[in-house]
């Protein structure tokens, strides 16, 4: 083992080892190269990051890089600690690199307790590759989510929250990760930066109902030219939607370092090759986690972009292909329950909407128009991110992650498919949230309800009023007499009516179909018994 003494910024003063591709098993279609990615974002314009040199040689000066450690050498450390085998395919390269970022140049990073890097929380919207992050216990607080036993109204959703402002206030910067074996183009010492700015553009006469609906690209496109176009959108995409300034593209072979502004502007640096020193790939890192303003929250749209595709559901893809199977009985129970101008409970019409909501019509896909920049993180799952869109606070977002989840996806059509028929029931929000529409545009599942109240597992059953445990077991009542078994039948399904805190609504349709099966129907409602606690 080789131990030497010199300054950090020596230290990082390395060439990346080199990757053995295995030619034979080496998968050559991924996903997500040549093909529309989720949260992808049109710049404005493309520029040369042209001083990024100058700011390397800068933060080379500071003082933190000029002490001397005792290390040992990041080729040693591979050698030893990390199984380099042969890729195989485009997440191996991004394992390699977290590896060598998060062991290999681990006491080099950590030198000050401050950055790490690691794969993308629930909490981080775009779902980078990698993440840069700041290190900072106090800023977390203490105590976890299972550490709360019996929490007061409320309390597991704040805990939650929390964290997620803590995720993200951490957040420096996204990777993204391209294999070079797709993107042999870029590696040039010459011409990779050149070929990018060059090559993109957005393609002449698309609207942004064309971006949203991820149309064809033109046929006298190259396919390098596709390729930049997507990717450039993507990394872009990631920064913008997690407002981040900084990011960074690259394929291991060669690395480039990228800065966006307000105005829509997207820097991009000349290519680092893997093997350069003096400057070397980790100095770019290095440079990009000394900056302190990694925040940007405002963002100029270009022309072209999906948020400026507000439409109606028939125009666009907030309806989704298919429909939910209805059983006979269904008109016949709809008319039982709301032939009259009664509601399920007795009661009037449907109240009016809140201030924020009251404008919008019912022929009008919401969903389509969602910019998560332009939204405030409410929560999050393993399978979605919930948001609510500034201009309209009372709308909930509800997004799926991963568009690798194809499965989420399939839960979200037909959650949507369930919205669109309960939709057709007079009264239906005495059952569940308003449904504002569906979209796709950002390569993930997006739908908008209406925003109610916490659910009932984050409120804590122990807190729960008995009228509204009825309430929520009318609503389960309901929907088995018009023939939909929901499915989940759980406390997190459940949430209080912000308009009228002693009323419940049903959430999640997601499981959920139509159905004659009277045993199923009259089962559901027993769960929710038992579920609320009234089947003592």
Known sequence: MNFETKSVWDHLDVALPDLELALNEVKTQEKGSTEWAAHSHSPVRLQEWDNFDELISIESEKTENQEYRKLMGLHDVVQLFIPWNKVKQEEDVTDRTLALLSTGTKDLFKLWGRYEFGKATKHILAKPDIIAEENDDETWGTGTISDCKSPEKGGKAAQRRALSKAAKKLYRFPFETKPWWKFGFLTGRDRNQTTIISEWEMPVGYTASDIAENRALPDTWSREKRKIFHVVRQIYGQMVTDQRRYGILHTYECWFFCKRDSDGSFYISRGFLKDETGPSVFHGIKTLLGFDNFVLKEVTRQDASPSKALVK???????????????????????????????????????????????????INLAIGICPWECKHIDATEKVQLLTPEPYPDVLVKMQRDARQTHVASMMKNECRIYQVLAGAKYVDKIAPRFYGFSTHLGVAIICIEREGDDFDDIGIENLSISLKRSALSCIEILSKIGVLHNDIALRNFVQCRKNPQEARVIDFGLSYFTSDQLKLKSQVGDAKRVLGLDL
């Open 313 to 363: 559901p028939e125009e666009g893809n907030g309806k989704p292909s298919g429909n939910a199977r209805l059983p006979p009985s269904y008109g016949k129970a709809k008319k039982n329950l709301w032939g009259n101008n009664d509601g399920p409970d007795g009661s009037g019409g449907s109240g009016s909407c809140s201030s924020t909501t009251a404008g919008l019509k019912d022929d």
